[in-house]
């Protein structure tokens, strides 16, 4: 069982950054891909970003790439989702999960593992 526990949410304004962290234990972190995911109210859970296992170039979701920044520190057991600019819409409840697929990081299906989430919110 790989457990995995966000943090770093928290109340902010436009425009402000965050950083969230992803701390992995259990099983060995190297062997797992990570996403982020995010929901909001209301709304289906939504692929923010993704990371392979051993750090290499990212992948996001169009409309939040050049705001958003995964990354991940294997020897720290830890992923990170740097939100830069942030605004109104990206209030919402943020997860990361873990796969041993490589295939379709967009799908929250193929995920095995998930944290609990963090709730982000924006507001001015």
């Known amino acids: 069982q790989l457990l995995l526990v966000e943090s770093g949410g928290g109340l902010v304004q436009p425009g402000d950054s965050l950083r969230l962290s992803c701390a992995a234990s259990g099983r060995p972190f190297g062997d797992y891909y990570i996403g982020w995911f995010r929901q909001a109210p209301g709304k289906e859970r939504e692929f923010v970003g993704a990371i392979s296992r051993n750090a290499g170039t990212p992948c996001y979701t169009n409309s939040l790439s050049g705001r958003f920044t995964v990354s991940r520190d294997n020897t720290k057991n830890a992923a990170y989702l740097q939100m830069n600019s942030l605004k109104l819409e990206d209030t919402a409840v943020y997860y990361c999960?873990?796969?041993?697929?490589?295939?379709?990081?967009?799908?929250?299906?193929?995920?095995?593992?998930w944290g609990q989430g963090t709730q982000v919110t924006v507001s001015s």
């Open positions: 999960a873990a796969t041993t697929c490589y295939s379709e990081m967009d799908n929250p299906a193929l995920y095995d593992y």
